[in-house]
């Protein structure tokens, strides 16, 4: 026999409690109890949805990406990715960017939150830029065959960035990473990048 099913309002009333709460006490401020009290929701019905408070942040994340991140759509692939990097960034200066930092952190000490990490949220924005390079592959934009490495390349930057700097993390910033990649995109990739140089062993390098 199924249970019933769960209530929006109460899923929405603990998505608001979370982010509230991460802004005024950061997330190892906030706990399970916080989160039950702020949001006037049952302890027992948070734990009957979540075995963690990891977990809880998690679906809040992934909730606020879904319905607040644009799938923007400008006709150009500079466009999209301008519009979708611009708008990521600027999340990641507020509540977003410190709880994608402390997920992370929870991600590298346990591999099964990792897993639902990549699942739940990581993917799902994945997906969005896939999308996006799929658009512009019809279009004639893209020549590059290995659609992952472009994703990487969208990414990779901001969780760098993330992780030691989020001042980085500006409109300037997202049309540099923008243009390089749509610029990447338009290449074959046939070719490996070659050295400038030749690359001489050391002296006495031995080996």
């Given at each position: 026999?199924t249970?019933?099913?769960r209530s929006a309002a109460v899923?929405?009333a603990i ?8 802004e ?9 109890e916080?989160?039950?009290?702020h949001?006037g929701v049952a302890?027992?019905?948070?734990y009957?949805?979540?075995r963690?408070?990891?977990e809880?942040f998690?679906?809040?994340l992934a909730t606020?990406a879904?319905e607040?991140l644009?799938?923007?759509d ?6 999209d990715l ?6 990521t960034?600027?999340?990641q200066q507020?509540a ?9 952190t ?5 591999d ?8 739940r949220?990581i993917?799902?924005?994945?997906g ?5 390079v799929d658009?512009?592959?019809a279009?004639?934009?893209?020549r590059?065959a ?5 994703v ?11 992780l030691f700097?989020?001042s980085h993390l ?6 540099q990473i923008a243009?390089?990649?749509?610029t ?10 070659q050295?400038?140089v030749?690359?001489q062993p050391l002296?006495g390098?031995?080996?």
């Amino acid at each position: 026999m199924t249970g019933r099913p769960r209530s929006a309002a109460v899923d929405d009333a603990i998505m608001r409690a979370t982010f509230e709460l991460s802004e005024q006490y950061g997330y190892r401020g906030v706990t399970m109890e916080r989160i039950a009290s702020h949001s006037g929701v049952a302890k027992q019905t948070i734990y009957r949805r979540y075995r963690s408070k990891g977990e809880v942040f998690l679906d809040a994340l992934a909730t606020y990406a879904a319905e607040r991140l644009p799938h923007p759509d400008t006709g150009t692939l500079y466009g999209d990715l301008h519009a979708l990097l611009s708008a990521t960034f600027d999340a990641q200066q507020g509540a977003s960017g410190m709880l994608n930092r402390a997920l992370a952190t929870e991600a590298l000490q346990d591999d099964e939150f990792a897993r639902l990490l990549w699942e739940r949220l990581i993917d799902k924005r994945r997906g969005a830029v896939r999308d996006i390079v799929d658009r512009a592959r019809a279009r004639g934009e893209v020549r590059r065959a290995d659609d992952d490495f472009l994703v990487d390349l969208v990414f990779g930057p901001m969780w760098y960035w993330l992780l030691f700097g989020r001042s980085h993390l500006g409109p300037g910033y997202a049309a540099q990473i923008a243009g390089a990649v749509a610029t990447l995109a338009a290449t074959s990739g046939d070719h490996g990048v070659q050295p400038a140089v030749d690359m001489q062993p050391l002296a006495g390098g031995g080996g």
